[in-house]
């Protein structure tokens, strides 16, 4: 299998053929990369790299076990063992002023997870759903006033905000603070398609479709765009981003949509991530909020067993394409610029490296904490609280924890496979005491 590095999508460009805004979209005109250490990574700006925070490791300083010490010498190795610098002027701080977009079937559940650990270990405030919700009740527009706790006479208290909503931008600015980072991940269209249509097989747009073939093939004239939960069949991304998701792929004002959805992105977030390359994203997101690599660390969460997945063909692959004509375009252009970033921000030799770390500290981790160091299907997990939710045809797998934990090392591990469910409901009893 080819690195990561092999399959940079250089030449992998989409063109645009309109003129928007007054911005000259027509001919061969390649998606702009858009690189500015301002409009991207402002918390690259002023950053000296190896100089890491090392609070995670100090809380495991006390065990006596070996498995531990060995956790925390390895920890301790990869942090201080390559000191590398990139040309700014001081250390930066630290963001803890965050919103994520979580998007669907992205891997965005582990990216929450690793939001819920930093913020949880620190004592930060989540905004969190009222009464109780996994989701900012969507997938209607987000609202201020679905914050449990928001008051418009209050002030701006929250410190990140992570779950699922339907993003707007206006609204989401009157809960958190002027300088919140904002993020959020994309998939390839064509496996998130396939892993959206195994989980959400009961929704009114896949129940009669036997395969997503079926459905590809039905879908042009059967779809009806208004029932509910069918938004979940077609350019999800683009609708979780707030955009109108009906369009079809020979619609004429297709690229001119596509544009304005692309501007709006990259005016409302400072970086956009790409799950096809985890490992990649993590490290760029770690260099993005000055976080050291132990907060970046995480295991596959909310991930399908082997036995649910299906292999998509080439001919599938293109009606996907075409179905999902605006998730496409988006995708593609963040695609190509998240290289650019890449390269410019990290380098790539010095990404090969940090990735590498990132396994070696995940691969520890899974032995100190982990029983058999992998995940599992949810009929063998024995903690019924560790147990994720399942739905549609999916089977997803969680984890058990090794036994004979020390109780601070059992509450880090654990914290790492809590399902998103149960995290979010730990969270907002211990700020609420609910």
Not at 139 to 148: A, E, Q
Not at 226 to 238: D, K, M, T
Not at 363 to 385: H, W, Y
Request: with cysteine; net charge positive; aromatic share 12%.
């Amino acid at each position: 299998m080819k690195k990561a590095f092999d399959r940079i999508p250089w030449g992998n460009l989409w063109w645009y053929s309109r003129s928007i805004g007054g911005i000259k979209l027509s001919g061969l005109f390649p998606l702009r990369p858009s690189i500015t250490n301002q409009n991207l990574f402002p918390a690259l700006q002023n950053i000296s790299v190896g100089s890491y925070s090392e609070s995670s490791v100090e809380t495991w300083k006390d065990s006596k076990r070996s498995s531990d010490k060995v956790f925390i010498a390895t920890s301790s190795r990869v942090l201080n063992s390559h000191t590398y610098r990139i040309n700014h002027k001081a250390t930066c701080r630290p963001k803890s002023q965050i919103v994520f977009l979580k998007t669907h079937k992205t891997a965005s559940s582990s990216v929450l997870n690793i939001l819920y650990r930093f913020g949880d270990s620190k004592n930060l405030t989540f905004a969190l759903p009222l009464k109780k919700h996994s989701q900012m009740f969507y997938p209607f527009f987000f609202d201020s006033r679905f914050v449990k706790g928001f008051s418009s006479r209050s002030g701006r208290d929250f410190n990140i905000m992570c779950n699922h909503m339907r993003f707007r931008k206006s609204e989401v600015a009157k809960v958190m603070p002027a300088d919140t980072f904002y993020f959020s991940i994309l998939r390839h269209p064509v496996a998130m398609m396939e892993s959206i249509f195994t989980y959400y097989k009961n929704i009114p747009a896949f129940q009669k479709a036997h395969s997503l073939e079926d459905f590809l093939n039905t879908c042009w004239k059967d779809y009806e765009p208004s029932v509910r939960n069918n938004h979940y069949a077609h350019n999800i991304l683009a609708f979780d981003f707030g955009f109108d998701n009906n369009i079809a792929h020979g619609a004429k004002d297709l690229d001119e949509r596509a544009a304005m959805a692309v501007t709006a992105i990259e005016r409302d977030f400072h970086l956009v991530l790409i799950s096809d390359y985890f490992d990649e994203s993590m490290i760029l997101l770690k260099h993005a909020l000055c976080w050291s690599l132990e907060d970046v660390i995480s295991f596959k969460l909310n991930g399908r067993s082997e036995q649910t997945r299906r292999k998509v063909s080439p001919e599938t692959a293109a009606k996907i394409k075409q179905w999902n004509a605006l998730d496409w375009r988006i995708y593609l252009h963040f695609n190509s610029t998240f290289w650019h970033k890449v390269e410019s921000l990290v380098g790539q030799e010095q990404m090969k490296w940090e990735v590498s770390q990132l396994n070696r500290l995940r691969a520890k981790l899974a032995d100190t904490c982990l029983q058999g160091g992998r995940a599992v299907d949810p009929s063998k997990i024995k903690e019924p609280d560790l147990k994720p939710f399942q739905y549609g045809d999916a089977v997803i797998q969680g984890y058990n924890l090794n036994s004979h934990l020390l109780k601070e090392t059992k509450t880090i591990c654990k914290r790492l496979i809590t399902p998103e469910l149960q995290y979010t409901n730990n969270l907002y009893t211990k700020q609420f005491q609910a």
